[in-house]
């Protein structure tokens, strides 16, 4: 059971489409976080909001769109991605502090065909 | 930049062996934290380790956190089979962000 939920689950595409998605949690926490993993590697960073502020963008492409609504929620905008863009998406939040103990959703496992 | 690294890689053991896995950082750490992630699944908090020289136990599982705050360990004592999964340690260094080690995936014969 996870108190960090990511939809879709799954998630296929092509590469003109445009897609979003969503990540829920309501611990209280204010920091959030996107990361990419592939297979059999770590969870690689791309994103953190601090306060529904943007505080770290590890130099993500412009076709990952990033955005915070509000405390509770974070959303990832997709557009024109590439096939090597395939991966677990997944999302985590902390208390409030960056870098502090994160909770993880499942993930969404996306596939660009 | 900070770079955590962990070793092995792969390990694989009878059921009932002990396992450990090791993290080293290049620069000094103001916490480390290790998470589990089951196939298929995906990471799960363990614990944070703050004080240099702080070993702490959660039942079989032994964590450990250098003098120098710049390593790390985690030690299973007597695996079962629903220890398989991949072990990440993340560092972080101030109020940086975390830094994961490359994991060390543990398969268990049992």
């Known amino acids: 059971d996870t108190e960090v939920t990511q939809t879709p689950k799954h998630l296929v595409m092509g590469m003109t489409n445009k897609k979003s998605l969503k990540c829920e949690q309501h611990?209280?926490?204010?920091?959030m976080y996107w990361y990419k993993q592939k297979a059999k590697k770590p969870p690689e960073l791309m994103f953190v909001y601090s306060y529904e502020k943007l505080s770290i963008n590890e130099s993500v492409p412009s076709r990952f769109s990033p955005e915070c609504p509000n405390s509770s929620l974070l959303n990832l905008h997709l557009h024109a991605l590439q096939p090597e863009d395939s991966a677990l998406y997944l999302c985590a939040s902390s208390q409030a502090r960056v870098g502090q103990p994160q909770h993880f959703g499942d993930g969404t496992r996306l596939s660009i065909l | 930049g900070q770079q955590v690294m962990q070793i092995p890689q792969y390990q694989h053991v009878q059921e009932g062996e002990d396992f450990t896995t090791y993290c080293n950082s290049s620069?000094?750490?103001?916490?480390i934290q290790w998470y589990k992630q089951r196939p298929g699944g995906h990471p799960v908090f363990l614990i944070q380790l703050v004080k240099s020289g702080e070993v702490k136990k959660q039942k079989r599982l032994t964590f450990q956190f250098g003098e120098a705050k710049k390593n790390s360990s985690l030690h299973i004592t007597a695996t079962q089979t629903t220890d398989v999964g991949t072990y990440f340690c993340?560092?972080?260094?101030?109020?940086?962000?975390?830094?994961f080690g490359q994991g060390t995936r543990l398969t268990i014969n049992p």
């Open positions: 620069t000094t750490l103001s916490n």
């Open positions: 993340a560092g972080q260094r101030g109020a940086q962000k975390l830094v």
């Open positions: 611990m209280g926490h204010r920091a």
